[in-house]
């Protein structure tokens, strides 16, 4: 199993930016394909992003060309840098595996708020 503590949420006015962290510990970071997740008020939780050992990247239409996704392997972080943030990238975001593993359980989350 791979623990993940995330880190870096907060309130920002609508085009502002934030970087994320995500700590991760257990089996073998470096092995594993990692995303970030978001669950905005009342809907279901969604991948954003997603980074391969390699570094190759998918993100979701909604966030692309605004979010990077990047990884220190050496550090076991997960990072996501939010730049020109929108009111609807309110949410609370998580990091986990890629896909994801029934075996494997969400950290606390770190919320990010977008004003208007």
């Known amino acids: 199993q791979v623990q993940l503590v995330e880190s870096g949420g907060g309130l920002v006015q609508a085009g502002g930016s934030l970087r994320l962290s995500c700590a991760a510990s257990?089996?073998?970071?470096?092995?594993?394909?990692m995303g970030w997740y978001r669950q905005a008020p009342g809907k279901q939780r969604e991948l954003v992003a997603a980074?391969?050992?390699?570094?190759?990247?998918i993100y979701s239409d909604s966030v692309k060309g605004r979010f990077t996704i990047s990884r220190d392997n050496a550090k076991n972080t997960v990072y996501l840098q939010m730049n020109s943030l929108k009111p609807e990238d309110t949410g609370v975001y998580y990091c986990n595996l890629y896909p994801l593993r029934p075996s494997n359980g969400w950290g606390q989350g770190t919320q990010v708020t977008v004003s208007s």
């Open positions: 257990g089996s073998s970071f470096s092995l594993n394909v």
């Open positions: 980074i391969r050992t390699g570094g190759n990247t």
